[in-house]
């Protein structure tokens, strides 16, 4: 069956590259997604019929699936994760490089024949509002019916969207997706097909994406960080915009005082927590409208105005419960949604570590018995949940605004076990960039390699930068420059994960950050102390409000602490992080390193 026959559109620029993909992955069958509801019945009946989902009891979870992954593909790929520029340079040292012609002829036989035996998806989609002055459409090709099932809660696709592509004749970005198992006749399928080989590939030029070999969503659902960081980032350098690895909150103050902060994390350090939070502290509110990726432009106004352009949460399922995340645990509780190697439960719920209710026995996302008493968690440390971004309570009404919402402070953040103290604010727009251009988290399980280990993570971008580094933080110096800098967000730097000499957090984190956005937005509005210290401005003693917060005065001073000794040690650091980017790395960042040096007295 060709797609031609069912004339399933009239953009021919679609049918004309669905017709040639289908020729080479020689798929049994076509399906155009409609989105509709009958849609994901038959979708998720089908996974449950191939063993992939297992329905969850409708009384606890309606509408709600269970997923354990191969044990080989459970996070984002790294090592296979390829940036291929026409020209090496583009790509820059922190990206793997092939010529793309190279890898186009590489991944051609990867992909030849690599659909038979199943069904190829064909899902139109738009990355944040198909109202939007330019949509950001793009159409993905699986074969994997897991894929289409997450990527209807995680984007806006189907027919209406394809319809305004057909109207407007729309440029669109092709996204290419197989698992890489085809299936011989009667040969019978495994309930999480993927291979061995895996490929991640952006063409920036081209802005096109081809994957293979995984269905983890970082590897598979396309329009995520393939398209809406990776090759958005390299539209966003051309067209003078950016697109970032941040969550977007908005903060009212018991005054109603409306600020919109964004916060940039490493995978797994906190975005979705900060993005929900239910402050501590009286009278303030926070709504969210994202917790992984911020699209910002420059208004008219001279402001930096973000999206989110993701239509559902793929959140880190572990620790989250009542107390860190009460706003997810009722998003997730109204169903709709897929878990993705968590623990089942014996009456067919979910759970994982740090959940309350710890079942006496489950069965494990490794499909085997699991009791309190077992020495292997119940869910892997990057199980997912995957819901539906309108069912969350607090998502502030400003989400569905085409517009956006213009930004008041810009964090960075990541995971420190020391040196870097619970806050503190750069003193300008460069210096901001250089926080974020230094940015350093131990890595977590986000990422397949090792999980613990200190490094660089650029403005929590480094696996998501399509192009070269250095030329990403001289856009960012740009944005700075060319615009009105009173006008641009303030920038901060905070860490919620200090330790104290047992090994346990100085800070009480989660809600309690309220506490430190409290203290930003005081900053902004100029009525909050700070002190100065070589690294940027810390909260004065007593601006930063501890009214009825359990923690000693010896752990706060602790956790605000600006040791020059730990900060001297990172000096080398950042110094042949820097020397990585040769003449590409903006000379400011140079002469804020110098800054930091003298101001240490290094
Ligand atoms: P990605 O979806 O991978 O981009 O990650 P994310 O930045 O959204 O991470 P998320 O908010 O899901 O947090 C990951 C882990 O960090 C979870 O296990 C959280 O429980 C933990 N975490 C989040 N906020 C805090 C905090 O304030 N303090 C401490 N100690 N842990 C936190
Ligand atoms: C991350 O790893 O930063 C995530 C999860 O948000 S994934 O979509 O898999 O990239
Ligand atoms: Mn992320």
């Known amino acids: 069956m060709t797609a031609e026959l069912q004339e399933p559109t009239t953009h021919r620029g679609i049918l004309d590259w669905v017709n040639?993909?289908?020729?080479?992955?020689?798929?049994?069958?076509?399906?155009?997604?409609?989105?509709?509801?009958?849609?994901?019945?038959?979708?998720?009946?089908?996974?449950?019929?191939?063993?992939?989902?297992?329905?969850?009891?409708?009384?606890?979870?309606?509408?709600?699936?269970?997923?354990?992954?191969?044990?080989?593909?459970?996070?984002?790929?790294?090592?296979?994760?390829?940036?291929?520029?026409?020209?090496?340079?583009?790509?820059?040292?922190?990206?793997?490089?092939?010529d793309p012609e190279e890898m186009k002829t590489l991944m051609r036989g990867l992909y030849a024949g690599c659909m038979k035996g199943r069904t190829m998806y064909v899902i139109p989609f738009v990355m944040g509002h198909l109202e939007a002055e330019s949509p950001m459409f793009g159409i993905e090709i699986t074969d994997s019916a897991y894929v289409t099932a997450s990527m209807r809660v995680m984007s806006r696709m189907g027919s209406h969207v394809l319809r305004r592509m057909e109207e407007l004749d729309a440029a669109y970005v092709p996204c290419l997706h197989s698992v890489g198992m085809p299936l011989e006749e009667g040969q019978a399928d495994v309930a999480w097909p993927c291979n061995d080989t895996k490929y991640i590939v952006q063409f920036p030029e081209e802005r096109a994406i081809w994957s293979f070999g995984s269905g983890y969503g970082g590897n598979a659902l396309l329009g995520k960080k393939c398209y809406a960081l990776r090759i958005a980032s390299v539209m966003a350098r051309d067209e003078g915009w950016l697109a970032e690895h941040m969550l977007i909150l908005k903060l009212t103050s018991p005054e109603g005082v409306v600020k919109f902060v964004t916060a940039a994390f490493p995978s797994a350090c906190g975005k979705t927590n900060l993005a929900m939070l239910e402050p501590t502290i009286p009278g303030w509110k926070v709504e969210t409208l994202g917790d992984d990726i911020a699209w910002m432009r420059i208004g008219e106004d001279g402001r930096l105005w973000a999206v989110n352009p993701e239509f559902g949460f793929f959140g880190v399922a572990p620790g989250t419960n009542e107390h860190?995340?009460?706003?997810?645990?009722?998003?997730?509780?109204?169903?709709n949604s897929v878990f993705t190697n968590v623990a089942l439960t014996d009456d067919g719920d979910i759970w994982w570590e740090g959940l309350e209710g710890m079942p006496d026995h489950a069965t494990s996302w490794k499909g085997e018995d699991w009791t309190p008493d077992s020495d292997q968690p119940s869910s892997h440390p990057n199980s997912r949940y995957c819901t539906p971004i309108k069912q969350c309570d607090i998502l502030a009404p400003e989400y569905d605004d085409p517009r956006g919402v213009p930004i008041d402070a810009i964090l960075f953040g990541g995971r420190r076990k020391t040196t870097v103290p619970l806050v503190f604010e750069a003193r300008d727009w460069t210096h901001g960039t250089f926080l974020g251009a230094t940015l350093s988290s131990e890595t977590t399980a986000a990422a397949t390699g090792q999980v613990g280990v200190v490094r660089r993570d650029p403005m929590a971008m480094l696996p998501f930068i399509g192009y070269h580094a250095g030329d990403y933080f001289n856009h960012?110096?740009?944005?700075?420059?060319?615009?009105?800098?009173?006008?641009?967000?303030?920038?901060?730097?905070?860490?919620?994960?200090?330790?104290?000499?047992?090994?346990?957090?100085?800070?009480?984190?989660?809600?309690?950050?309220?506490?430190?956005?409290?203290?930003?937005?005081?900053?902004?509005?100029?009525?909050?102390a700070a002190k100065e210290t070589p690294i940027g401005h810390v909260p004065a003693d007593g601006s930063l409000d501890v009214d009825g917060l359990d923690m000693t005065p010896e752990?706060?001073?602790?956790?605000?602490?600006?040791?020059?000794?730990?900060?001297?040690?990172?000096?080398?650091?950042?110094?042949?992080?820097?020397?990585?980017?040769?003449?590409?790395?903006?000379?400011?960042?140079?002469?804020?390193?110098?800054?930091?040096?003298?101001?240490l007295g290094a």
């Open 555 to 599: 752990a706060l001073e602790a956790a605000l602490a600006v040791d020059a000794e730990e900060w001297k040690a990172e000096l080398p650091q950042i110094q042949e992080w820097f020397e990585k980017f040769g003449d590409n790395l903006p000379a400011v960042l140079w002469t804020e390193l110098d800054g930091l040096r003298t101001r």
């Open 20 to 98: 040639e993909v289908a020729e080479l992955t020689q798929p049994d069958r076509i399906h155009w997604c409609t989105g509709s509801d009958e849609e994901w019945q038959e979708l998720t009946a089908s996974l449950v019929g191939s063993g992939t989902f297992t329905q969850l009891d409708p009384a606890k979870k309606p509408n709600s699936f269970h997923a354990a992954s191969d044990p080989i593909d459970v996070a984002r790929v790294e090592d296979r994760t390829y940036i291929c520029s026409v020209d090496e340079k583009d790509c820059g040292p922190t990206n793997n490089w092939m």
């Open 476 to 528: 960012w110096i740009t944005m700075g420059k060319e615009n009105d800098a009173a006008k641009l967000p303030k920038i901060f730097y905070v860490n919620w994960f200090r330790r104290d000499d047992e090994g346990g957090f100085l800070w009480p984190g989660f809600g309690e950050n309220s506490r430190v956005l409290k203290w930003i937005v005081e900053r902004i509005d100029g009525q909050a």
């Open 324 to 335: 860190t995340n009460p706003n997810a645990m009722k998003t997730i509780n109204k169903g």
